[in-house]
């Protein structure tokens, strides 16, 4: 497994405004994927990050929105941009070494005010 | 879009007490894979499912996986009070690269009471 860090573990932010959520591993990883888990409802998958290339988002996300960052295999970024109280969420990193399974980091809680 | 219904959504039993929880589809996954999160952390993966009808046993925990594969379930024996948690079923949509990308359930919210 991997050690996963997440920054920062939470902010209170102003909306209009725009937070980056970084996730640092301890190792180099093949795949690293980022999450939103919102209240009362289920983890869904925002993109996959790749490296070196734009990220690959899932139906109903944009780039415009979440800008996903990868520059090498330990680390990668998340910006949640122009932010309104309906992106107060849980936003979790993810990682993967094929065959294995997904390994997620602690999340960072972000509520919009 | 691929959907997984989890019931119930929130169960309070005695310590020593059995329990089921359910995690259902219309959809066939390849893969299902079961997840406890705890407040303040990431989902940790308890199991994962592949074969249709498959049984793993993890202690005290029973995982199911429907012969069809497009449901699951997850049965605890005599609960503990260190069961308590959100129990998250996710199904792979297909092999490689598609099993990482995961439809995750709402959850199961587990409170043991001592």
């Known amino acids: 497994s991997a050690v996963i860090s997440q920054k920062p573990s939470r902010d209170i932010c102003q909306r209009g405004t725009s937070l980056t959520i970084q996730c640092q591993v301890d190792?180099?990883?093949?795949?690293m994927f980022w999450y939103r888990q919102q209240p009362g409802q289920s983890l869904t998958l925002i993109a996959t990050?790749?490296?070196?290339?734009?990220?690959?988002?899932e139906s109903g996300f944009v780039i415009d929105k979440f800008p996903i960052s990868r520059p090498n295999l330990t680390f990668s970024t998340l910006t949640v941009s122009n932010m309104s109280p309906e992106d107060s969420s849980i936003y979790l990193c993810?990682?993967?070494?094929?065959?294995?399974?997904?390994?997620f980091g602690d999340g960072t809680r972000l509520s919009i005010l | 879009t691929q959907l997984l219904e989890q019931s119930p959504q929130f169960l309070s039993i005695q310590e020593g007490e059995n329990l089921t929880v359910y995690c259902n589809s219309s959809?066939?996954?390849?893969?299902l894979q079961w997840y406890r999160q705890e407040p303040g952390e990431g989902p940790v993966l308890l199991v994962t499912?592949?074969?249709?009808?498959e049984v793993k046993k993890l202690k005290r925990l029973t995982f199911q996986f429907g012969d069809a594969r497009k449901d699951s379930s997850l049965h605890i024996t005599a609960a503990q009070t260190g069961d308590t948690g959100l129990y998250l079923c996710?199904?792979?949509?297909?092999?490689?690269?598609?099993?990482?990308?995961?439809?995750f359930g709402k959850g199961t919210k587990l409170s043991v009471i001592p």
């Open positions: 993810s990682v993967a070494f094929p065959p294995g399974p997904q390994h």
């Open positions: 190792s180099q990883v093949t795949m």
């Open positions: 990050a790749n490296q070196g290339s734009e990220a690959t988002y």
């Open positions: 959809s066939v996954f390849s893969s």
């Open positions: 499912v592949v074969t249709g009808g």
């Open positions: 996710a199904g792979a949509r297909g092999s490689g690269a598609g099993s990482y990308q995961l439809t």
